[in-house]
């Protein structure tokens, strides 16, 4: 996992695919997108590389928001509005998996709690394929949040 702020982002020399995730969080005109998936980006045989989820949604208990991983996409996690916390942990053997991965939706969940960690302002997290993660917990109240979650393909 990285937690940084989209002024550093050029900094952590990730790649052209996450170079280009971070320039599109930087563009304002992205922040008043319509809820829903947008296409960023995509390969010659169809499949999307690149592609932003904008969310809105309340945050909740912390015990309310399952850890789930990713295998074929990396999460760059970024508020436009609001605040919350990702509860982290690396994602190990001994986790008890409740919901088996799903390769189509490129989601699966596993038993237990995360470390939360809040939203630094202006920042954002990467989250991998080993980063067990809980979004959507409250600091400490409820808040609405507006939120991209960039999807890179690893």
């Known amino acids: 996992m990285i937690v940084d702020t989209l002024e ?6 990730l790649g052209p695919r996450f170079a280009k995730a971070f320039a599109w969080l930087r563009d304002p005109a992205n922040a008043a997108l319509p ?6 980006e995509t390969a010659p045989d ?11 949604y309340d945050t909740r208990a912390p015990e309310a928001c399952p850890l789930e991983f990713h295998r074929r ?8 509005e609001g605040n919350e916390a990702i509860g982290w942990r690396p994602l190990t053997a001994d986790l008890a998996v409740t919901k088996p991965y799903d390769e ?7 038993a237990g709690v ?4 809040p939203f630094p302002k202006d ?10 993660h809980a979004p959507g917990q409250r600091t400490p109240a409820a ?9 890179v393909l690893l």
Do not use: C, M, S, W
């Not at 169809?46 to 809105?56: D, P, S, V, Y």
């Not at 996409?73 to 436009?80: C, K, P």
């Not at 995360?114 to 960690?117: A, Q």
């Open 8 to 13: 550093n982002a050029e900094k952590l020399n």
């Open 35 to 40: 809820a829903g998936h947008h296409v960023i």
């Open 46 to 56: 169809g499949t999307e590389t690149l592609f932003a989820n904008i969310q809105e």
């Open 73 to 80: 996409y990396a999460d760059i996690q970024f508020l436009f």
């Open 104 to 110: 189509a939706a490129d989601i699966g969940f596993v």
């Open 114 to 117: 995360g470390t939360p960690v």
């Open 123 to 132: 920042g954002f997290f990467v989250l991998f394929p080993q980063d067990a």
């Open 143 to 151: 808040a609405r949040v507006r939120k991209a979650i960039v999807k």
